[in-house]
């Protein structure tokens, strides 16, 4: 069974950095696209990065600049490192993995809480 494990948020302040990490387990990290999502209070989830098994990138508008999303395979993870945080970044943040094989099943991790605050 695969698992996605995220870690790394907390507290930090504006302008400050943050990385985050997404283990999997159960599975080869190298058949998934791995996505970052994120969901702020009384918000809907929103994509904030993919990168896919061909170490492609994209970033949604808002974190374009700021924000690198990046995969190690040898170690099954997934990362993201967040520069020049904002108070509007203040999300619980997903680690979501996405199956190459067309119809495979999608896996969600249990989120990692980040809050950008003075």
């Known amino acids: 069974q695969v698992h996605l494990v995220e870690s790394g948020g907390g507290l930090v302040q504006p302008g400050g950095s943050l990385r985050l990490s997404c283990a999997l387990s159960?599975?080869?990290?190298?058949?998934?696209?791995m996505d970052w999502y994120r969901q702020a209070p009384g918000k809907q989830r929103e994509f904030v990065a993919r990168?896919?098994?061909?170490?492609?990138?994209n970033y949604a508008d808002s974190v374009k600049g700021r924000f690198t999303v990046s995969r190690d395979n040898a170690k099954n993870t997934a990362y993201l490192q967040m520069n020049s945080l904002k108070p509007e970044d203040t999300a619980v943040y997903y680690c979501?993995?996405?199956?190459?094989?067309?119809?495979?099943?999608?896996?969600w991790g249990k989120g990692t809480l980040v809050t950008v605050s003075s």
């Open positions: 979501h993995a996405d199956p190459i094989a067309w119809g495979g099943t999608k896996h």
């Open positions: 990168v896919t098994t061909s170490h492609n990138t």
């Open positions: 159960g599975s080869l990290s190298s058949i998934y696209h």
